[in-house]
C-alpha cells in the first residue's frame, strides 16, 4: 500500500475515542549491527507540520539568555536547579519525563552532564547546547515540531508522526521527512529498512509498501 493511501485507510477506518488519538510510525531496520555505537539511530527529526501537539522544551539557563528564554521556553532552569536536582532525583526524573526536550547554555553542560547525566542521558533528554549569546526563540520553535528517534536494544524506531484530526497531506509530509532522515543515517540508506508500518493511538497497524 503506498504512503497516502495508508494513511487515507488508517484515519478513515479509525474507532472513534474520547481524546484525539496520535499517528504512529514504526520502522523496522535490517542489516543494522546495533552493537556498535556508530550504527545506533539517536536523531531529532523536524515534521514540517509539528505533531499535532504541545511539545515542552526546558532550558537551563543563567542571565541574559535565562531571561529570553522565559518568553519560549515552557521551564527555565538556573545553575541553582541544577544542584536542587542533583540533591532530589525524584524531581529530577519528573522533569526528564514531562518535558520533551532539554536544551543548556553551553557553559552549564559539563555540570549538567556529571550532576544530571544518569537521570537525562538514559531518556535521551541531555540537553542540546546554546551559546549564552544566542537567540533561543529559533532553537525552541525548531524543537516545538520535532521528535526523537532512537534505536536501543532492538532495531525498531517509533515515533509520533501526527494526530488523526490532522490533514492527510500533512500527516504524509511529516512521515516522509522521517524517513528520509532516517534514510540519511543508515549505512545502506532505504535497504536498511525491512518494512514500515503506520497506526494510531488504539488501533491496528497498517503496512506501507511505498513512500
Known sequence: MEL?????????NATKRNFIQTVNLTINLKGVDLKNPKNRID?????????GKPVKVAMFATGELAFKARNVAELVLTDEDIQRLKENKREAKKIAGNYDFFLAE??????????LGAVLGPR???PKPIP????????VNSLKKSVKARTKNTPT?????????????RVCENI??????????LEKGK???????????MSDSLKVDRW
Open 4 to 12: 497516502k493511501e495508508a494513511v487515507e485507510t488508517l484515519l478513515k
Open 43 to 51: 536523531e531529532e527529526i523536524t515534521l514540517p507540520n509539528g505533531k
Open 106 to 115: 553551553t557553559s552549564l553542560m559539563s555540570r549538567i552532564g556529571k550532576d
Open 124 to 126: 535521551g533528554k541531555m
Open 132 to 139: 549564552s549569546n544566542a537567540e533561543p526563540s529559533a532553537v
Open 157 to 169: 524506531i517509533s515515533i509520533p508522526v501526527g494526530r488523526e484530526d490532522m490533514d492527510v497531506d
Open 176 to 185: 516522509t521527512a522521517a524517513l528520509s532522515k532516517i534514510e540519511s543515517k
Open 191 to 201: 535497504d536498511n529498512i525491512d518494512n514500515v508500518y503506520i497506526s494510531l493511538t
